[in-house]
Each structure stands twice: as structure tokens, then as C-alpha cells.
């Protein structure tokens, strides 16, 4: 098993440019989450998808923001519009059902916005 | 929404030292508590989780919840070089997922 797969690695953007991410949850998992991670904010909640319906995307700036899971191999999350402020690792994880099971996560993309 | 603040920041302690990492939520709804090991450069990996009040030992770890406190720590006997990681604790938060939110993290650093 292959784990929890995120593309690209690394993504450098220019301020006002669109910015996609990619992850590919582990087969036979039915929820996919998508956290943010930087140093003075921690790990923040962004969004949660389950049987590859959108649940929870209350941890998501709305407008320049959004996430979508078209079947239940990938989902990506999109930043319109980037700015310095959104430079990150963005991680997904994906777990058998959600609630108290175990995440696996990603590796991460690291998000620079010059 | 659950706050969760962890204690201290960061933390150095010698090969063979006892450590401990600590915990508090905002919100005692949260029915499950989970430490996560983030090893520098590699994905959060779930090291223990507990449902209920109590301890729970595995190997050199132990956790132990009082959610009448809202107190969760996490103890390492015998610390090793290789557990210097940032240590995540989260807590689920209901609403209308079910989602794990995560303290801002302890980077411990084992010196040899």
C-alpha cells in the first residue's frame, strides 16, 4: 500500500496566481480530510469529505478557497488568487470512515506564494 | 470550536530521561484523544489513542486522559534520540464530521 499520496511536492506561485493540489487517498478509505500546517498556526482543520461528500468545510477561507472530491481516488483543493499568507504544507490524510479511526497522512505539498 | 494548547513548546532532554508532554482542551465534548509523532520533514503518524478516562501503556509510552480536567499527557520512559519529533495532540470535535483538531505541537530534541 502506497499510503496516502500528495502532488506536487513542492509549488512555488506568483501573489494572484491559481494554485491546485492533489491527493490520492489510501484505497478502500472512505474519508478524506485536508489540514493546513504552518508554524505559528499549527496543524489547522480546513476540510472533510465523506463517501466523497462534502461534510465539514468550516476550517476553509471561503472565498479564494475550495475542495472537491470527484470520485473516491482523488480530491484536490484549489487556492485562488494566492497570497504570501496562504504559503504552507498543506497535508490530506484519509481514514477507513472518519470519526475515531486512525488518519494516515500525506506526505504534504509545500505551498510557497512569492 | 475546540482550542487545544499544548505545553511546553519545545523541550531538550538527555538520552534515558523521563518526559512529559501535556495537553489541555477548551471543550469536554470531545469524546477520543489521539497523540500524533511528526518526525522533521515526514507526515503527522498516529502513535496512541485513548477513548476513556485513564491510562494506556504501550512499550516506553503512556498516555493518560482526565477529561474532568481536560488534561491529556503524554510520558516517554527512557527517551531515545529517535523520538526527537514534534508531538501532536488532538482532540475530536463533533459538530457535523467529526473531525480531529490538532494543538499547535511539543518539538522534543533527545540529546544523545
Known amino acids: 500500500n502506497a499510503g496516502v499520496i500528495q502532488t506536487p511536492r513542492h509549488k512555488v506561485t506568483g501573489k494572484g496566481q491559481e494554485a491546485t493540489l492533489w491527493c490520492e487517498p489510501i484505497s478502500g478509505h472512505s474519508a478524506v480530510f485536508w489540514y493546513r500546517q504552518t508554524i505559528v498556526q499549527g496543524l489547522e482543520f480546513l476540510t472533510y469529505?465523506?463517501?466523497?461528500?462534502?461534510?465539514?468545510d468550516s476550517g476553509m477561507p471561503k472565498e479564494r478557497f475550495s475542495a472537491q472530491m470527484p470520485n473516491q481516488s482523488h480530491s484536490t483543493l484549489k487556492i485562488q488568487s494566492t497570497q504570501p499568507q496562504d504559503s504552507a504544507v498543506y497535508l490530506c490524510?484519509?481514514?477507513?470512515?472518519?470519526?475515531?479511526?486512525?488518519?494516515?497522512f500525506g506526505s504534504g505539498t509545500r505551498l510557497t506564494v512569492l | 470550536q475546540q482550542n487545544v494548547q499544548q505545553s511546553p513548546e519545545s523541550l531538550i532532554v538527555p538520552e534515558g530521561a523521563r518526559t512529559s508532554l501535556n495537553c489541555t482542551f477548551s471543550d469536554s465534548a470531545s469524546q477520543y484523544f489521539w497523540w500524533y509523532r511528526q518526525h522533521s520533514g515526514k507526515a503527522p503518524k498516529a502513535l496512541m489513542?485513548?477513548?476513556?478516562?485513564g491510562e494506556k501503556e504501550e512499550g516506553r509510552f503512556t498516555i493518560h486522559l482526565n477529561k474532568a480536567s481536560l488534561h491529556f499527557s503524554l510520558h516517554i520512559r527512557d527517551s531515545q534520540p529517535s523520538d526527537s519529533a514534534l508531538y501532536l495532540c488532538a482532540g475530536n470535535y463533533g459538530g457535523s464530521g467529526n473531525k480531529l483538531i490538532f494543538g499547535t505541537g511539543t518539538l522534543l530534541s533527545v540529546k544523545p
Open positions: 489513542s485513548i477513548f476513556s478516562n
Open positions: 490524510a484519509s481514514s477507513l470512515v472518519g470519526g475515531a479511526e486512525t488518519l494516515y
Open positions: 469529505f465523506r463517501n466523497q461528500a462534502p461534510i465539514d
